[in-house]
């Protein structure tokens, strides 16, 4: 199995560690397979602009370049924008993960449709798209095939 040069570097200098005091939104996912965690922190600005952005996550070379990557490519997007940064667009963003490692990249998509979440809920509106996040990644059983 080889990671990218771009996978490697994110994993050894990752962008956007750490967390924001009294954040806009906040959301955690595990994934119950592996038992990592990821936790992602949003300043968002009054006009909808994600201002700043913070992970934290406890995990697996994957898993901590797609935190960095995808907090990365959602920084200064509007809330909408952000939802449309997939685990796909985060895997091609990093030239590829392994097979056996894009279900990592699963958790920066969930966290941050989580935080978003927390967002719209503490503000009470609605962003057009985004579904209730799950707890674990692996509620969803279709993803078992991948195994
Ligand atoms: Fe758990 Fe990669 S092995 S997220």
């Known amino acids: 199995m080889a990671y990218s040069e771009k996978v490697m570097e994110h994993f050894t200098n990752p962008r956007n560690m750490g967390?924001?005091?009294?954040?806009?939104?906040v959301g955690t996912v595990g994934n119950a397979q592996c038992g990592d965690i990821m936790r992602v922190y949003f300043?968002?600005?009054?006009?909808?602009?994600?201002q700043d952005?913070?992970?934290?996550?406890?995990?697996c070379a994957a898993a901590v370049a797609t935190s960095s990557m995808a907090t990365e490519l959602v920084k200064?997007?509007?809330?909408?924008?952000a939802l449309e940064v997939t685990n796909t667009a985060v895997c091609e963003a990093l030239d590829g993960l392994p097979p056996i490692k894009?279900?990592?990249s699963l958790l920066a998509e969930e966290a941050i449709h989580a935080a978003l979440w927390d967002?719209?809920?503490k503000n009470n509106?609605?962003?057009e798209g985004l579904k209730k996040?799950?707890?674990d990644i692996h509620e969803d059983d279709e993803l078992e095939e991948e195994y």
């Open 76 to 81: 200064g997007k509007s809330v909408q924008e």
């Open 125 to 127: 509106i609605v962003i």
């Open 102 to 104: 894009v279900h990592c």
């Open 119 to 121: 967002y719209a809920e």
């Open 133 to 135: 996040p799950k707890s």
């Open 53 to 59: 952005v913070k992970f934290k996550t406890f995990g």
């Open 19 to 25: 967390e924001i005091e009294n954040p806009s939104g």
């Open 43 to 50: 300043d968002i600005d009054e006009a909808g602009i994600i």
